[in-house]
């Protein structure tokens, strides 16, 4: 990912995306680039419009469903379900308090 995103930031710079402004790239930012990983980015990206391939990747991103998972459907339950716990947590508070206040601490 490192890789490909130094190509990304040689092409906003209007520079080539080549083995040299890529390992530049990463050493200014303090990594060690593996040549043969700089090597394949550069042979997948020369040549291509960096735009065009952020455009066709969005465009194929965009069919992957991604769902939030179990919604609740009705919308009155979830406002009282949401109650439940803090009510729990109030209790919890006042029985941690009423131990506060027996007198003795645990550092005195």
């Given at each position: 990912m490192r890789y490909v995103a130094a190509a990304l930031l040689c092409a906003l710079a209007n520079n080539d995306i080549n083995a040299a402004n890529i390992?530049?790239?990463?050493?200014?930012?303090?990594?060690?680039?593996?040549?043969?990983?700089?090597?394949?980015?550069v042979s997948e990206l020369s040549g291509k419009n960096m735009e065009e391939l952020i455009?066709?990747?969005?465009?194929?991103?965009?069919?992957?469903?991604?769902?939030?998972?179990?919604?609740?459907?009705?919308?009155?339950a979830a406002p009282?379900?949401?109650?439940?716990?803090?009510?729990?947590?109030k209790k919890e508070e006042s029985e941690e308090e009423e131990d506060d206040d027996m007198g003795f601490g645990l550092f005195d």
């Open positions: 390992g530049k790239i990463l050493k200014s930012a303090g990594i060690d680039a593996d040549s043969a990983e700089v090597d394949k980015v455009a066709e990747g969005m465009e194929k991103i965009s069919s992957v469903p991604a769902g939030g998972g179990g919604a609740p459907a009705a919308g009155g009282a379900a949401a109650e439940a716990p803090k009510e729990e947590a």
